[in-house]
T-cell receptor
Framework: ETGVTQSPTHLIKTRGQQVTLRCSSQSGHNTVSWYQQALGQGPQFIFQYYREEENGRGNFPPRFSGLQFPNYSSELNVNALELDDSALYLC???????????FGPGTRLTVT | TQLLEQSPQFLSIQEGENLTVYCNSSSVFSSLQWYRQEPGEGPVLLVTVVTGGEVKKLKRLTFQFGDARKDSSLHITAAQPGDTGLYLCAVRTGTASKLTFGTGTRLQVTL
C-alpha cells in the first residue's frame, strides 16, 4: 500500500509568482484535503476535494485553488504569491466521510 | 481566537521524566484526535477519543478526554528521545473530514 506522496519537497518562489503543488493520495482514498502550516503553528485547512469536486473551503482567498483528478491525485495552485504564503503545505487523504486522514510529508514553500 | 488552545507551547525535558500536555476549548466536541509531527514529516494520528471521560493508552502515552468533552490531555511516562516532536490535538469541524488543529506543543526530550 502506497502512502501519501507530495512533490516537490522544497520550493523557492518570488513574490507575485504562481506555484503548483502536487499530491498523490493513498491507494483507495477518494478524498484529499490541503492544509497550510506556518512555522510553529498547527495546520490550517485550505480546502477539500471529494470525487473531483471541491467539498469545503477554509478561510483562504480565491488565489488558492485546487484540482482533483480521476485517479484522486490533487494539485494546489497559488497565484500572486505573498511573503506570508511561506509555509509547509500538507496534503491528507481519506476515504469518503471517514475522519481518519493520512498526511503526506509536505512541501516547504519559501516566498522571497 | 483559537478554537483549541494547547499548553505548554514548548517543553524541554530529560529522558525518563514524565509530562502532561493539554488541549482546551470552550466548545464541546463529539470527539478529538491527537497527532504527533516530526520534523520534515506530516502529522501522524496517535489516537481518537470519542466518549467524555474516556482514557486510552498507547504504550507509554495516556490520553484522556474531559468529562464535558471540552478538553483533553496527553500524559507521557518515562519520556524517550524518540518522543520528540510537535503534538497536535484536532477536532472535526464543518465537512466530514475537515480538521481544525490546536496551536501545538513542541516537545524536546534530551539524553
Amino acid at each position: 500500500e502506497t502512502g501519501v506522496t507530495q512533490s516537490p519537497t522544497h520550493l523557492i518562489k518570488t513574490r507575485g509568482q504562481q506555484v503548483t503543488l502536487r499530491c498523490s493520495s493513498q491507494s483507495g482514498h477518494n478524498t484529499v484535503s490541503w492544509y497550510q502550516q506556518a512555522l510553529g503553528q498547527g495546520p490550517q485547512f485550505i480546502f477539500q476535494y471529494y470525487r473531483e469536486e471541491e467539498n469545503g473551503r477554509g478561510n483562504f482567498p480565491p488565489r488558492f485553488s485546487g484540482l482533483q483528478f480521476p485517479n484522486y491525485s490533487s494539485e494546489l495552485n497559488v497565484n500572486a504569491l505573498e511573503l506570508d504564503d511561506s509555509a509547509l503545505y500538507l496534503c491528507a487523504s481519506s476515504l469518503g466521510g471517514r475522519w481518519e486522514q493520512y498526511f503526506g510529508p509536505g512541501t516547504r514553500l519559501t516566498v522571497t | 481566537t483559537q478554537l483549541l488552545e494547547q499548553s505548554p507551547q514548548f517543553l524541554s525535558i530529560q529522558e525518563g521524566e514524565n509530562l502532561t500536555v493539554y488541549c482546551n476549548s470552550s466548545s464541546v466536541f463529539s470527539s478529538l484526535q491527537w497527532y504527533r509531527q516530526e520534523p520534515g514529516e506530516g502529522p501522524v494520528l496517535l489516537v481518537t477519543v470519542v466518549t467524555g471521560g474516556e482514557v486510552k493508552k498507547l504504550k507509554r502515552l495516556t490520553f484522556q478526554f474531559g468529562d464535558a468533552r471540552k478538553d483533553s490531555s496527553l500524559h507521557i511516562t518515562a519520556a524517550q528521545p524518540g518522543d520528540t516532536g510537535l503534538y497536535l490535538c484536532a477536532v472535526r469541524t464543518g465537512t466530514a473530514s475537515k480538521l481544525t488543529f490546536g496551536t501545538g506543543t513542541r516537545l524536546q526530550v534530551t539524553l
